[in-house]
C-alpha cells in the first residue's frame, strides 16, 4: 500500500520508536489522503497516528521469531 514504509519487523535492529512513529504517520496520510489535515481534522488525525504507533509497538512486541518462537520484546529492551 505504501511504498515509503519501510519494514520495521527486524530481529538484529530493533525499529526505534522514531521509525514505528514515522511508519504510523506515513500510513494515516495514505488512508487519510491528507499529508497536512486541517485544522478542524488535526485532532482526529494526530489521534490516528498515536493509535496505529501504539498498536505498532504491540505488535512487533508481539511478534515471534519461527524458528526459535522467541519473543522480540527482549531484543528491544
Do not use: H
Not at 520508536?17 to 497536512?36: D, M, N, P, T, W
Not at 496505529?52 to 529492551?77: D, F, W, Y
Request: charged share 25%; net charge positive; glycine share 2%.
Amino acid at each position: 500500500m505504501c511504498r515509503s514504509i519501510k519494514q520495521l519487523r527486524n530481529v538484529e535492529i530493533p525499529a526505534t520508536e522514531e521509525e514505528i512513529r514515522a511508519a504510523a504517520l506515513q500510513f494515516v496520510r495514505k488512508v487519510s489522503g491528507y499529508r497536512k489535515p486541517s485544522k478542524v481534522n488535526q485532532e482526529a488525525f494526530d489521534q490516528a497516528v498515536e493509535e496505529v504507533t501504539q498498536v505498532t509497538q504491540k505488535l512487533l512486541g508481539n511478534l515471534k521469531i519461527q524458528s526459535n518462537m522467541i519473543s522480540l520484546e527482549p531484543l528491544r529492551a
